[in-house]
């Protein structure tokens, strides 16, 4: 057999070789499953069900969830869900230990949509466990489901720990009740995306009624958080507890309650945080911060928030408290009160920290002796194209603190501040402008800014591009800015309120 001939049969049975190699791998390898489909319904069988075909679908969302691999998505059909397990230790409705999505809204003769608003899947506790706990280091996603009736030491509603991923979305969390934390939602050392859902009735014996984000990132976008209660501490509606990057933004956070800090949302020794486009109003705190309250907190953006007739003693919309780089930029902070008679800072209270705060609309907060601002204990405060009008007194500096104001509208006629500032702390003002703001509708909550508003290009530019509504600023470009947290121009068309009235 010559050279080439040899090479040749060596080179086949090579490629023999591999070949058999190649199918004793395949063979021998286990095959990764595809996600499924499984189905529930109130009618379903769970016995010696593994919940695939949607005619026989089985009858918990705990046996889908048992016989699920990760990456499987459970559809559940509308009804009441009351079945209790104990797993772990743990008594809840649904017991999540792996990677999934749990959707509701479904019907029996269609899985293919769910309408989760007129066939709605509720999951309820009955007052004896939590609707949903999740565990591990897993993602999960929720939706279209309501979780109810949870009772529990922490997280009544949802549960999350230990490095849990979740995303809630289009759900409703109400009547919960935790004995200690967390009333509604509560996310330990993981992460939350809470989008479009409504949290509310909610009560937690101490701290965080409604949503508790605490050592976690978080995502909470076009929720309403409302009527939810902290009945001992803090944090009504939003508690962020040594949280960090994260992102509130489009929500509407009303009528929660707190019987010391923060009515609304309460931020404790947490970082890059960003509030955006909320609406934080009809709030009440039985100490401080009506609104929103900071403590030990830095890096913290507000931005086009709309903060309005939240209550407390201080601070009744905003409270600032031993924290620093906060910048507030092209917030309405009107319409808030104070209820007690010594209290400071109708509208923005600093304690201990500093504050950067640009083209805000600040009118009209009441009560309490510091009028529209207070700033003490050692704080400083920049103010730059700023309306402050309607107030017993603007702003307030105690001895030790410092203010600067640069470009503020101070009001004239109706509008005036019975006195533009106090206090006996450094006060440094710059361009004082005085005149009508020139509100379109007050009274009816439009604090819009009109045509012959003083306001109108009688800032400085500050390196804000754009106001509360997302219009351009200045107009036109080149120009001086407004003042405030609007910016006019000779063509806008205006919405009938710039502050959405609820019930």
């Not at 969302?61 to 509308?78: K, L, P, T, Y």
């Not at 809470?194 to 050592?215: P, Q, R």
């Not at 730059?384 to 600067?404: E, K």
Request: net charge negative; aromatic share 8%.
């Amino acid at each position: 057999m010559d050279g080439k001939r040899r090479l040749a049969l060596g080179t086949a049975g090579g490629l023999a070789l591999l070949v058999l190699g190649a199918v004793f791998l395949l063979l021998s390898t286990p095959a990764i499953a595809a996600s499924a489909t499984r189905y529930v319904a109130t009618t379903g069988e769970d016995s010696s069900n593994d919940c695939l075909d949607s005619g026989a679908p089985c009858a918990t969302i705990q046996r889908a969830v048992s016989q699920a691999n990760a990456g499987d998505e459970i559809r559940v059909a509308q009804g009441v869900y009351t079945d209790l397990h104990v797993i772990g230790g743990i008594t809840s409705v649904v017991r999540v230990d792996r990677d999934l999505t749990i959707r509701g809204g479904y019907t029996t003769t269609d899985w293919s949509v769910a309408h989760p608003l007129t066939q709605p899947t509720i999951i309820d506790a009955q007052g004896q466990g939590r609707g949903v706990v999740i565990i591990q280091d897993i993602s999960t996603t929720l939706e279209g489901l309501r979780i109810t009736n949870g009772a529990a030491f922490r997280g009544a509603g949802v549960q999350a720990s230990a490095g849990a991923q979740v995303t809630i979305s289009g759900c409703w969390v109400y009547n919960n009740r935790a004995e200690r934390y967390s009333g509604g939602i509560h996310v330990y050392s993981g992460s939350l995306t809470l989008t479009n859902s409504y949290i509310y009735s909610n009560t937690a014996g101490w701290d965080g009624g409604g949503v508790n984000v605490s050592y976690s990132r978080g995502r909470l976008v076009g929720n309403s958080i409302y009527s939810n209660t902290a009945v001992l501490y803090n944090a009504g509606g939003v508690y962020l507890n040594y949280a960090s990057h994260v992102i509130l933004e489009d929500n509407h956070v009303y009528s929660n309650t707190a019987s010391y800090f923060g009515g609304g949302v309460y931020l404790w020794t947490s970082n890059d945080v960003t509030m955006t486009g909320n609406y934080i109003h009809g709030n009440a705190a039985g100490h401080s911060g009506g609104g929103v309250y900071l403590t030990h907190s830095g890096d913290v953006s507000l931005a086009g928030n709309h903060v309005y007739s939240n209550t407390a003693q201080g601070g009744g919309g905003v409270y600032v408290n031993q924290s620093s780089d906060v910048t507030m930029t092209n917030n309405l902070v009107v319409e808030n009160r104070l209820t007690s008679p010594s209290g400071w800072g109708t509208a923005l209270s600093l304690y201990g920290s500093s504050v950067r705060l640009l083209h805000g609309t600040i009118a009209h907060n009441t009560g309490g002796l510091g009028g529209g601002i207070a700033v003490e204990n050692n704080s400083t405060l920049w103010v730059t194209n700023t309306i402050l009008v309607s107030h017993t007194v603007g702003i307030t500096v105690a001895a030790g603190s410092t203010a600067t104001l640069e470009a503020t509208l101070w009001g004239s006629g109706a509008w005036a501040n019975i006195a533009d500032t106090g206090g006996d702390g450094t006060i440094v003002r710059t361009r004082d402008i005085r005149g009508d703001p020139d509100f379109v509708d007050p009274d009816g909550g439009d604090y819009h800014i009109g045509d012959f508003s003083a306001a109108a290009g009688a800032g400085v530019d500050a390196g804000v591009t754009t106001d509360i509504d997302g219009d351009p600023r200045p107009i036109p470009a080149g120009t001086p800015p407004d003042l405030g947290a609007d910016e006019i121009h000779q063509h806008r068309v205006y919405l009938p309120l710039v502050m959405k009235r609820f019930p």
